[in-house]
């Protein structure tokens, strides 16, 4: 069976930049290392919008990302990142990603 570390937690700002020539939203990312693993999401989400009013630019969403490391012995990781978001409007997104390290 998988071994699970956590290696941190970044919550990150999604800010709305404009638009790409195809009509995409542009987002400039701004993000915030070392965020407490106990914390509850609702106090993330307040603390990022609290922390979006300090700039000038529209929010986006503000997005939750766990690093953990996954290994099945001492010998061999493999380090994998999951983000969680919830855009201005309240609606939730995950993703995840993994890669060999």
Do not use: C, W
């Not at 939750?64 to 309240?90: H, I, K, M, P, W």
Request: charge should be negative; aromatic fraction near 4%; avoid cysteine.
């Amino acid at each position: 069976m998988a071994q699970t570390t956590e290696l941190g937690r970044v919550l990150q700002l999604q800010f709305n930049v404009g638009t790409t020539s195809k009509g995409e939203i542009k987002v400039k990312n701004h993000n915030f290392p070392h965020v407490n693993p106990n914390v509850a999401d609702d106090d993330l989400l307040a603390v990022g919008n609290a922390l979006a009013d300090l700039f000038s630019m529209p929010l986006y969403q503000v997005a939750r990302t766990d690093q953990v490391a996954l290994s099945v012995d001492s010998s061999s990781t493999v380090s994998t990142s999951s983000s969680s978001s919830t855009n201005s409007s309240g609606q939730a997104a995950q993703s995840n990603a993994a890669s060999g390290a």
